[in-house]
Structure formats: structure tokens, C-alpha cells
């Protein structure tokens, strides 16, 4: 698989014949897309499993052997990385009602032969974890050594170590919550309705047709705003103008650089992303509440098991420490074994994407001291 | 140990170059849950967890310090310990650590009691005001004292409640805490006799009474 450090992946797909939604409802058949690196242990006792935040994919690491390009968390997955891949075998697939391979609102529902579209049943964060667990099973791991993952990533984690605690030695949850607050909420209802309010959304029944690409993309820019900090955007915006001297005094052309990028971001993602997994996936994440059917958070953690590292950052306004800190907290009423730092870094929300040398010092120490303890 | 003529200062050795960790490396049972209040790196939790299989967990200010704490692999979180303690239940650990923090907390009376709500015992060791040096240096300069024990000028120093042997053990009196064992140390050495004027550091090993 590696070549000159380079790490071509390519990707993989399991088909299962259905999976039982919390809503009640099912599908079948049901298909999962996923990518691993590393090789696992003939103990089976070195399995990682990544979770992706909201508009990440099964393309965590390595170089696409598809697209050539690199994966979304590239930094932190490989040789000598914070998940070594010479040591750990790290699996990462797409979450259950997204558009990158698993089964989602784009796909074709057998019954009918026409994608799925609103007909979709509303899925959970709880319902993302029952697909990763079939595959997990499917490919024969009984133990992860570690789930990690950041915001949509951690809540994931959470509702691992929590609803399977006796399949995870270890929980690194980063930069999220045990469940969104009204501002969290507020940004995603914003997003869904700047693609409900395109005429092109047409009822989420768009497939085939032009696609709302001017909501999908205004949701977007509005997503990237909540992923930077003021710190982050000063420095990389400022006031700047795009490509001029003076304001044009009209609206047909940009004026700002940072409007510029933004344009820019909301456009590059509808080409990769659907509409309607926007709105599904983001109405996951707002049902997501780990105190569901325990009571209280520390109720709720009691269920876990494994230990837990958690890691938040100052500049990080979209998923804030006290957050994390509520989790470290719950963890304590329990005495449960946790770790919790809080990093400095500007870059806002995108801080565990992209600021990865302290996260990696950290994470590397903490699953060396798991995996010999685990042994 | 020896038959000769009782030395009134005892050898000590050190253990990660300071002779109240090798105290505290002594008292503590093995396999027992150790909390350490305030724990900077996580050198001495890792030694124990090591050397005597505790369970270990650390407190710890400092950002950079709990990075490299937790890179280890010891169990600490970013937290203030005058409030830190109040999530955990009673009894939660066997011993719970304050080691050379005291002096620097807000509140002492109610972070010791504190560790005896959340630990059987508590060790705590404090680098004791009552010292010869400390008293000279303040009757000789008739400024703040400044000793390689207390090396802050007075407007930077992290020590807020300064105290000595006395003034623990009276604390501890009026307390009710039970006093298991106390160690008075100078250097590498203990000190038997006047240890309020000749002990640099005081280790006590604290219960919450009878």
C-alpha cells in the first residue's frame, strides 16, 4: 500500500441486507463506504476506528487512488502520525445518510428505482453508530482500541463509548458536545432553509434535474464562518480587497477577499456534496442528545467503560471548552478515567483539522499508554 | 537502621531528584488510587503507576504542562484545584497528593478538606515558612524573605498563604484531621529535632480524624 511515504487508498464498499432505524423505520439493503490503513494485529486489538464530522467522507488518509487527492485528515492518520498506521489499523467510513458511497437520501431505493430523496427515513448519530458497528462485526473486530473523532466525529465517539461500551478500550472525543445548544441548532436550521428557500430544491426532488446549488452553497458559507475564528479571519481577510484598488460601488462583482472565499468554499462544496444529506445530516446532529433515555449526562456516562481523552480549543466559538468540559466533569462524578486539555490554537472550530502538532503529541502518548494497558 | 548512635538526621533518598516524592513513593500502597492536586507533568503518577501499579489521576493548570502529562500516557485534566475537586464522589481515592501547592492555592482549609472527602488520606508537603534561613533573611533584610525556597520577589510570587510546621499541625488540630505521620526534611535528610526552625519541607501524611 505505501509507496515513497505516499499512501495510495482506495475505497471500499459492504453492502448489508438492512439495518433498524431509532425512528422505527428501515432500510434495505444498506451500503457502507469505507476505507482502512495500517494492517490489524492477529490479536485484533490494534483497530481505530475514526468518526468524519458533517461534511467529511470514508477518505480520512492516504491519497485517493480515485482522485489523487489527500484525505481529510491526512495530518493526523499515517506513518509515525498521531494514528501511526505502522502500529494501528485505522478504519474510517462514511456516516449513514451521506452522499460519499453509504447509503443516503441520493441513493436508489430499490422499491421504487428513483433515489430515496425526502422519502428518506429521518436517521440519528444513534443509527450512524448501528452502520459503523455491522461493519466493525463485518470485518471480524470485537474491540476498537480507540473511536475518535471531531464534532460530528466526537458526538459519535460519545455515543459509542455509551451504547457499546464493552466494544471501546478508549474515547477521544475532540471539540464537540453531548448535545447542540440553541446557537448550534440556530446555525444548522439556517443552512437548511437557505436550501429549502432554492426553488431548484424543489421539494428535495432535484436528482437528475439542476440541483439547488445556490442554497446548498449559501448554507455553506454560512458553515464556514461558524468553522473560523475573528482571529482566524482577520488574519487571513483582514479588510483586503479581491482583485482591486477601490470598492467597485455595485453588487455584480466582489469586493472583499473574504467574501471572495467564501463564494469560493460554497461553491467547490456542491459538487461534492448533496443537498439533501445536508438536511438530514443536520438534523442528526441536533437530535443528538447523550442524555436520552439516562436521565443526566453523568447517568449516561456511567454506561462507559473505556477511558476518555478530551480535547477542546480556546478559539473554538462553534463547539466551545465548557462543552468538553461538561463531559470531563460527568466523567468525574463517575471517577472515570479522563484526560482533558483544552489547546491553544486561532484557527477557531477547523482548529482540530488543521492545528495538529500538540493534538498529535498528546494522542500519540495516550494510545501508546492504551494499547499497553489493553495488552 | 543502624545500631550506632541514633543520627539525628536520617538519610533520605530522592526519587526524581526530590526527597518529598521519595516520601511519597514510600507511602503509598501499591495498587491504590492516587489523585495528584496540581501534578505538573505527571512525573511523579507515572512513577508510581510504574513502580506500584496505582490508578492514577492528576490535576494541573498549566496547558502545557497537562499536554505533556497526558503525552506520558497519565490521566490529567486542565483545572483550577481550589474548585477542581467538587465533581468527584466521597471516598474516590485512597490518597490524594498536594504536593508543594498548598502555599499557592486560594483556599487551603477547604482544599484539604476537600481531599479528605474525595480520599481516605491525603499527603501533603509544603515548603515550611519557619525555616532558620526564611527567618533570617526576613530579620536581617527587613524585606519579604528570599531563600532557594522561596526565590520569588514578593510581587511575583506564586505563594499566597505561607505557613510552617506549626502552623499545619495546628490547622490540622483544629481541623480534627488525625496527623498518621509527619516528615521533616532538610536537604536529603531528616530532621528530628527543632523541625520547625531546621526543616525545609514538611511531608504529612493526614486522615480526616478519628
Same mark, same amino acid.
Given at each position: ?375 | ?11 533520605? $533518598? =530522592?526519587? %526524581?531528584?526530590?526527597?518529598?516524592? &521519595? @516520601? ?8 491504590? !488510587? #492516587? ?77 484539604? $478538606? =476537600?481531599? %479528605?472527602?474525595?480520599?481516605?488520606? &491525603? @499527603? ?8 532558620? !534561613? #526564611? ?76
Amino acid at each position: 500500500m505505501m509507496k515513497d511515504s505516499l499512501m495510495i487508498v482506495e475505497a471500499n464498499t459492504v453492502r448489508f441486507d438492512s439495518i433498524a432505524l431509532d425512528s422505527g423505520a428501515a432500510l434495505a439493503p444498506v451500503d457502507v463506504a469505507y476505507e482502512t490503513y495500517g494492517s490489524l494485529n492477529a490479536a485484533k486489538s490494534n483497530a481505530i476506528l475514526v468518526l468524519h464530522a458533517f461534511s467529511g467522507d470514508a477518505h480520512a488518509a492516504g491519497i485517493s487512488h480515485e482522485t489523487g487527492k489527500p484525505g481529510w485528515w491526512d495530518n493526523m492518520i499515517g506513518p509515525g502520525k498521531a494514528f501511526d498506521t505502522n502500529r494501528y489499523f485505522v478504519i474510517c467510513s462514511n456516516v449513514l445518510g451521506g452522499c460519499r458511497g453509504t447509503t443516503g437520501p441520493s441513493s436508489v431505493n430499490p422499491a421504487t428505482g428513483c433515489p430515496y430523496a425526502m422519502s428518506f427515513p429521518v436517521i440519528t448519530v444513534g443509527d450512524m453508530v448501528r452502520l459503523q458497528k455491522m461493519l466493525v462485526d463485518w470485518l471480524g473486530i470485537e474491540r476498537l482500541l480507540a473511536v475518535t473523532g471531531g464534532s460530528m466525529g466526537g458526538m459519535q465517539a460519545l455515543e459509542w463509548a455509551v451504547s457499546l461500551p464493552e466494544r471501546v478500550v478508549a474515547a477521544i472525543p475532540i471539540a464537540c458536545t453531548t448535545r447542540h445548544s440553541a446557537q448550534q441548532i440556530a446555525f444548522n436550521e439556517v443552512g437548511r432553509q437557505a436550501i429549502m428557500a432554492d426553488p431548484d430544491w424543489n421539494g428535495g426532488d432535484y436528482y437528475g434535474k439542476q440541483p439547488p446549488a445556490r442554497g446548498l452553497a449559501v448554507a455553506r458559507m454560512v458553515g464556514h464562518i461558524t468553522y473560523m475564528s475573528d482571529d482566524s479571519m482577520r488574519e487571513k481577510f483582514g479588510r483586503r480587497l479581491r482583485g482591486k484598488e477601490a470598492f467597485g460601488f455595485d453588487f455584480d462583482t466582489v469586493d472583499f477577499e473574504v467574501e471572495s472565499y467564501l463564494r469560493y468554499r460554497g461553491n467547490q462544496f456542491v459538487n461534492r456534496f448533496d443537498a439533501n444529506s445536508y438536511l438530514y445530516i443536520t438534523k442528526a446532529m441536533d437530535y443528538f442528545d447523550l442524555t436520552n433515555g439516562h436521565g443526566s449526562l453523568a447517568a449516561a456516562l456511567a454506561e462507559a467503560q473505556s477511558r476518555f481523552l478530551v480535547i477542546s480549543f480556546t478559539s473554538d466559538w462553534l463547539y466551545p471548552s465548557y462543552q468538553s468540559q461538561e463531559i470531563v466533569r460527568a466523567l468525574r462524578t463517575r471517577n472515570c478515567d479522563v484526560g482533558y486539555v483544552e489547546l491553544d490554537s486561532n484557527y477557531g472550530h477547523d482548529s482540530f483539522l488543521v492545528d495538529v502538532a500538540e493534538q498529535t503529541e498528546i494522542i500519540r502518548g495516550f494510545l501508546a499508554n492504551t494499547f499497553e494497558k489493553a495488552a | 537502621m543502624s545500631a550506632q548512635a541514633a543520627p539525628k538526621q536520617a538519610f533520605v $533518598r =530522592e526519587l %526524581l531528584g526530590r526527597s518529598d516524592y &521519595a @516520601i511519597i513513593g514510600e507511602i503509598v500502597e501499591p495498587k491504590s !488510587r #492516587v489523585l495528584d492536586l496540581g501534578c505538573g507533568e505527571g512525573e511523579l503518577l507515572q512513577w508510581l503507576m510504574e513502580s506500584k501499579g496505582v490508578e492514577a489521576r492528576g490535576v494541573e493548570i498549566s496547558r502545557e504542562r497537562v499536554q505533556r502529562a497526558i503525552a506520558r500516557g497519565v490521566s490529567v485534566f486542565q483545572g483550577d484545584i481550589d474548585e477542581g475537586l467538587a465533581d468527584y464522589p466521597d471516598g474516590a481515592f485512597d490518597y490524594v497528593i498536594l504536593s508543594q501547592t498548598l502555599q499557592e492555592t486560594h483556599h487551603p482549609r477547604r482544599v484539604l $478538606r =476537600e481531599m %479528605l472527602r474525595v480520599g481516605r488520606r &491525603a @499527603i501533603v508537603a509544603f515548603p515550611n515558612f519557619g525555616h532558620w !534561613r #526564611v527567618r533570617l533573611s526576613m530579620l536581617l533584610s527587613g524585606r519579604a524573605p528570599r531563600t532557594h525556597l522561596f526565590p520569588y520577589a514578593w510581587y511575583e510570587s506564586p505563594n499566597i498563604h505561607f505557613l510552617t510546621v506549626r502552623d499545619f499541625e495546628d490547622l490540622a488540630a483544629a481541623e480534627g484531621f488525625t496527623v498518621e505521620r509527619r516528615f521533616c526534611l532538610s536537604g536529603r535528610h531528616s530532621i528530628a529535632m527543632l523541625p520547625n526552625l531546621l526543616a525545609e519541607v514538611g511531608v504529612f501524611l493526614v486522615t480526616a480524624g478519628k
